[in-house]
Nanobody, 121 residues
Framework: QVQLMESGGGSVQAGGSLNLSCVYP????????RGWFRRSVGKAREGVAV???????LYADSVKGRFTISRDNSRNTVYLLMKSLKPEDTAMYYC???????????????WGQGTQVTVSS
């Protein structure tokens, strides 16, 4: 099973910033897209941002203008820079490898364990 590993989560006050990182294997068959998802307590997991080698990025409306996804192929790492954080951004954040420029889970088959982000008001 392909393993992705997230880091960079933590606790911040509203208005603060965090930069999440996710390291992935050098090659994941058929999966050129890297996405960030999140799950808040009591809610379904939702797509946040996705980027591909030749496409994207794509963002959820709730994070547009505040979050930036990027990737460094030389380091096999995808990042999620989160600014102007709000309490409603509190969630477990997951990175995933997928087959389409989409925020829908169905296109992603390999996942990390997640990193917790907590935003206090």
């Amino acid at each position: 099973q392909v393993q992705l590993m997230e880091s960079g989560g933590g606790s911040v006050q509203a208005g603060g910033s965090l930069n999440l990182s996710c390291v992935y294997p050098a090659y994941i068959h058929g999966s050129t897209y890297r996405g960030w998802f999140r799950r808040s307590v009591g809610k379904a997991r939702e797509g946040v941002a996705v980027i591909g080698f030749g496409g994207g990025p794509l963002y959820a409306d709730s994070v547009k203008g505040r979050f930036t996804i990027s990737r460094d192929n030389s380091r096999n790492t995808v990042y999620l820079l989160m600014k102007s954080l709000k309490p409603e951004d509190t969630a477990m954040y997951y990175c995933a490898a997928g087959r389409a420029l989409s925020l829908a889970e169905q296109w992603y088959q390999d996942w990390g364990q997640g990193t917790q982000v907590t935003v206090s008001s």
